[in-house]
C-alpha cells in the first residue's frame, strides 16, 4: 500500500511535443504529490507539486493532473525542449511517510 | 544562497567495513533527510532529521544510523558494509515545516562496496 507506480520507465519525445508521465498509488491517506527533475550527477529537484483536492496545477509549461477517484495523477511537459531530458520521479507523501516512484527517463530528441 | 553539500563526494570501502557520510544543509534549513539510490530500487527514504532529534525513518536495517548536529548538519552512518550498500546516497534539506517534503537534494555521495 506504500508503493507509488510509474510508467512509462522512458521515454522517447520529439522537440515540442508533449511528455506525459503517469503515476498510481494504493494508500487513500497520501495527500501531498510531487514531482522531481534529476539531472545526470545531480540530485533530485522539487519541480511541482498538488494536494488531492485539485484536479490540475500549472507552473510555465509543466502540468499536473490529478484523478482522486482513480488514485493517479500525471505530469505533462508542454513543447518538451532537449533541456528538459532528465529522470522524473513523482512522490506520494502523508503525514511524515515519503514515498517515491521509480521514475521515468525523458529523452527529448533535437 | 549556498545549496545542499555533501561530502565526500565519492567513496570506495570493502565489505564489512563502516562509513560516515556528511550532509550540509541550506542556511535556516532545520530538516535534513537521507535517501538511498540504486539502478533496480530507485529512490528509497532512509530517515529524516528536524531538530537533532530522528523524525521519520524508512525500511532499512539498524546498520544504516544517523544523527543530526545543533547546526542542522547530518551524518549517516553505514556499519557492516554489504556490496548491496553500493549506491547514490542523497541528503535533502527542508525548513521543516509539514508536510515533509524535500525541496533541495545535495549532489549525492557515490558509494561503492568492494
Known amino acids: 500500500q506504500q508503493q507509488v507506480k510509474q510508467s512509462p520507465q522512458s521515454l522517447i519525445v520529439q522537440k515540442g511535443g508533449i511528455s506525459i508521465i503517469n503515476c498510481a498509488y494504493e494508500?487513500?491517506?497520501?495527500?501531498?504529490f510531487p514531482w522531481y527533475q534529476q539531472f545526470p550527477g545531480k540530485g533530485p529537484a522539487l519541480l511541482i507539486a498538488i494536494r488531492p483536492d485539485v484536479s490540475e496545477k500549472k507552473e510555465g509549461r509543466f502540468t499536473i493532473s490529478f484523478n482522486k477517484s482513480a488514485k493517479q495523477f500525471s505530469l505533462h511537459i508542454m513543447d518538451s525542449q532537449p533541456g528538459d531530458s532528465a529522470t522524473y520521479f513523482c512522490?506520494?507523501?502523508?503525514?511524515?511517510?515519503?514515498?517515491f516512484g521509480p521514475g521515468t527517463r525523458l529523452s527529448v530528441l533535437p | 544562497k549556498a545549496g545542499v553539500t555533501q561530502t565526500p563526494r565519492y567513496l570506495i570501502k570493502t565489505r564489512g567495513q563502516q562509513v560516515t557520510l556528511s550532509c550540509s544543509p541550506i542556511?535556516?534549513?532545520?530538516?535534513v533527510s537521507w535517501y538511498q539510490q540504486t539502478p533496480g530500487q530507485g529512490l528509497q527514504f532512509l530517515f529524516e532529521y528536524f531538530s537533532e532529534t530522528q523524525r521519520n525513518k524508512g525500511n532499512f536495517p539498524g546498520r544504516f544510523s544517523g544523527r543530526q548536529f545543533s547546526n542542522s548538519r547530518s551524518e549517516m552512518n553505514v556499519s557492516t558494509l554489504e556490496l548491496g550498500d553500493s549506491a547514490l546516497y542523497l541528503c535533502a534539506s527542508s525548513s521543516g515545516t509539514a508536510p515533509l517534503v524535500p525541496q533541495y537534494f545535495g549532489p549525492g555521495t557515490r558509494l561503492t562496496v568492494l
Open positions: 542556511s535556516g534549513h532545520r530538516s
Open positions: 494508500n487513500t491517506a497520501f495527500d501531498y
Open positions: 512522490a506520494a507523501v502523508y503525514g511524515q511517510n515519503f514515498v
